[in-house]
């Protein structure tokens, strides 16, 4: 499957932005997908999935301000990050596996199919 990922920008602190992944080339219903964020000189950190059944899951430092969902019908996934932060400016990833077991999802390495990263700078 290929993943592009689109929406990243320039906001204010405490302003709101929403990415998109559109996937194509598999079965998008198959996928767990993830988004993922890397910091300039820091390592590539889980963020937030989410699974077939629409079960959820995110980060401690994200949680009540993001928000990832998925339109099958239109193979995409999203994530809606509302207040944000300067700590959230980073390159965001997003990321698909079809084989993922629950313990493994925040683990960079257990993601087989990887977009090329949107840029989120959020000025203080």
């Known amino acids: 499957v290929q993943l592009q990922a689109s929406g990243g920008g320039l906001v204010q602190a405490g302003g709101s932005l929403k990415l998109s992944c559109a996937a194509s080339?598999?079965?998008?219903?198959?996928?767990?997908m993830g988004w993922f964020r890397q910091a300039p000189g820091k390592e590539r950190v889980f963020v937030a999935s989410?699974?077939?059944?629409?079960?959820?899951h995110y980060s401690d430092s994200v949680k009540g301000r993001f928000t990832i969902s998925r339109d099958g019908a239109k193979n995409t996934v999203y994530l809606q990050m509302d207040s944000l932060k300067a700590e959230d400016t980073a390159l965001y990833y997003c990321?698909?596996?079809?084989?993922?077991?629950?313990?493994?999802?925040?683990?960079?390495?257990?993601?087989?199919?990887w977009g090329q990263g949107t840029q989120v700078t959020v000025s203080s």
């Open positions: 080339g598999g079965t998008f219903s198959r996928y767990v």
């Open positions: 990321a698909a596996d079809s084989n993922l077991i629950f313990s493994s999802q925040y683990r960079v390495t257990s993601y087989d199919y």
């Open positions: 989410i699974w077939r059944s629409g079960t959820t």
